[in-house]
């Protein structure tokens, strides 16, 4: 079975300097996507970023970057100039594309604190 | 931009009632699913429904949660009789294809709290 591991509870960083949050996953599958979402206050899940693990391109989006190193199956996100918005819980998860599945399996979180 | 909506957004009920949860999935899309997140834990799982039916569900969805599509536009969540320890937050879910190669959209949540 897959699983998602999040090896930070929580981490800070002050506001326009840059944070990278951890995510590591087992699973004996070659392709799969993995995500990470973000949850702030309100509680609603959005999505930040999305990998698909046939792409050897790290995904990016705006302020936001993975490292994805599918050998060591290791998915980081990267925060550049943090904003005080950006505060929230963020949780990685996994996807396979082979098993059929339709389910997501998430990690525990990291729940980032942005300093002013 | 289209969004899942959920309601109600807090419920709080007495162990043993019948709860229903309700959402609006995005209007193109076809497949739906439930998921939930116990207070400080990570988000598990539920169910995924397709075509009127249940394509999957997890341990968790045993016989007390049911799922149903009762018209064109809703997409519910009955817990029969309710326990302690299914106070969470239930998320709604979207997507407009299914497993390959689609991302799933969720709504704001309902929090259930179970007295």
């Known amino acids: 079975a897959q699983t998602v591991t999040q090896s930070q509870p929580e981490m800070s960083v002050q506001e326009a300097e840059t944070v990278t949050l951890s995510c590591t996953y087992d699973?004996?599958?070659?392709?799969?996507?993995l995500f990470w979402y973000k949850q702030p206050p309100s509680r609603q899940m959005i999505l930040v970023i999305r990998?698909?693990?046939?792409?050897?391109q790290n995904a990016t989006e705006n302020r936001f970057s993975v490292n994805f190193q599918k050998a060591a199956k290791s998915f980081s996100l990267k925060i550049s100039d943090s904003q005080l918005g950006d505060a929230a819980m963020y949780f990685c998860?996994?996807?396979?594309?082979?098993?059929?599945?339709?389910?997501?399996?998430f990690g525990t979180g990291t729940r980032l604190k942005v300093l002013a | 931009e289209p969004e899942v909506t959920q309601t109600p957004s807090h419920q709080v009920t007495q162990m043993g009632q019948e709860v229903i949860l309700r959402c609006v999935p995005i209007?193109?899309?076809?497949?739906f699913y439930w998921y939930r997140q116990i207070l400080g834990q990570k988000v598990e799982f539920l169910v995924s429904?397709?075509?009127?039916?249940?394509?999957?569900k997890s341990e968790i969805f045993d016989d007390q949660f049911s799922v149903e599509r009762p018209d064109g536009s809703n997409f519910t969540l009955k817990i029969r009789s309710t326990k302690l320890e299914d106070s969470a937050m239930y998320f709604c879910?979207?997507?407009?294809?299914?497993?390959?190669?689609?991302?799933?959209?969720f709504g704001e949540g309902s929090w259930l709290t179970v007295v």
């Open positions: 879910a979207s997507s407009r294809r299914g497993p390959a190669g689609n991302t799933i959209y």
């Open positions: 990998q698909e693990a046939y792409k050897q």
């Open positions: 209007s193109n899309h076809l497949y």
């Open positions: 699973t004996s599958e070659s392709d799969y996507y």
């Open positions: 429904f397709y075509n009127n039916e249940i394509s999957e």
């Open positions: 998860a996994y996807r396979s594309l082979t098993s059929g599945t339709y389910k997501y399996i």
